[in-house]
């Protein structure tokens, strides 16, 4: 097999590639006056099974639209260079969270994206923590696999949390079924009961609105699950309501670590001991210094 790593994604292929016993294949990346972009791959792709990875996070200067692009650009390179099967790896797939119509005349935006890499010619892609996995697979009509990152986090805190009384918490309704999974898997781990909780949210506007919060959190370390982490406000806001109600450790969980402007500081004010992601996204030097000894990549 063929592996491509474009753009940030470049240290997280090297790894993947250690993993395959590999070597990332080299490609080019230039960027004109007029910031249009070429992408190249620099080996030939005749009749190979080819990988693209990128994560399709915003970061400064450089949008998920824009690195969508890039990736829709690289496969029609290598599909009129002849490769014989191209997989599209997003560990963060941009534009995942409007899978449906919430208003009159919304955009399905993340059908619009499936149909974007149909067209150009990709035959599979590959995902970890969609942001609703049904609507991920029906979004495509080519070979959809959404993986999750539940045993890697849960191993972690399975590791952090030893005999500590624990329970975890979803901070949205939406989440209630991802953070579910993960208490049951925490809990066989532990082997002993994981409590669990979950808070109402809702947005108006932009602004997260909603007080309600449920769940047995009291004297127990708490981990508030969540696909991302964005903002920041929805996981701070679940971190106050788990310290009112009487948690003793407050630890966040989340696969796709965004951290988007001003995250940083909604997160150091809310009571996080701390903040849990994966390796889908590298977290920006500025993002690491000021949550340092905090936040924890795994
Ligand atoms: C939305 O439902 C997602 O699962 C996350 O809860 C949300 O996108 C997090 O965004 P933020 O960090 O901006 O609150």
Do not use: W
Not at 163 to 172: C, I, K, L, R, Y
């Amino acid at each position: 097999i063929v592996l491509f790593a474009l753009g940030s994604s470049r240290a997280l292929g090297e790894r993947v590639a250690r993993e395959l016993a590999i070597t990332l294949s080299p490609h080019e990346e230039r960027r004109f006056e007029d910031e249009e972009r070429k992408t190249r791959p620099l080996v030939g792709v005749r009749d190979k099974d080819v990988y693209v990875l990128s994560s399709l996070e915003g970061e400064a200067g450089d949008s998920g639209a824009d690195k969508l692009l890039r990736l829709l650009f690289f496969i029609g390179a290598l599909r009129d260079a002849g490769a014989a099967r191209i997989t599209a790896v997003t560990p963060y797939l941009c534009y995942a969270r409007k899978d449906r119509r919430t208003k009159p005349l919304d955009p399905v935006a993340t059908r619009y994206v499936a149909q974007l890499l149909e067209a150009i010619g990709a035959d599979r892609i590959v995902t970890i923590d969609a942001h609703n996995v049904a609507a991920f697979e029906n979004a495509f009509r080519i070979e959809a696999v959404a993986l999750d990152a539940q045993a890697l986090l849960a191993r972690y805190f399975a590791h952090r949390l030893g005999a500590e009384p624990a329970a975890v918490v979803s901070p949205d309704l939406g989440g209630e079924k991802r953070a579910e999974l993960f208490r049951q898997r925490l809990e066989t781990m532990l082997a002993h009961p994981v409590a669990k909780g979950f808070m109402d949210k809702h947005r108006s506007m932009g602004e997260i609105a909603g007080e309600i919060f449920a769940g047995d959190v009291a004297g127990r370390a708490v981990v508030i699950l969540d696909d991302l982490i964005s903002s920041g406000g929805t996981m701070a806001r679940a971190a106050r309501a788990c310290r009112a109600n009487g948690a003793t450790r407050i630890f966040l969980a989340a696969t796709h670590g965004l951290f988007a402007r001003d995250a940083d500081s909604a997160l150091r004010e809310a009571p996080i001991e701390e903040i849990v992601v994966t390796d889908t996204v590298a977290p920006s030097e500025a993002v690491a210094l000021r949550l340092r000894g905090r936040l924890v990549t795994l």
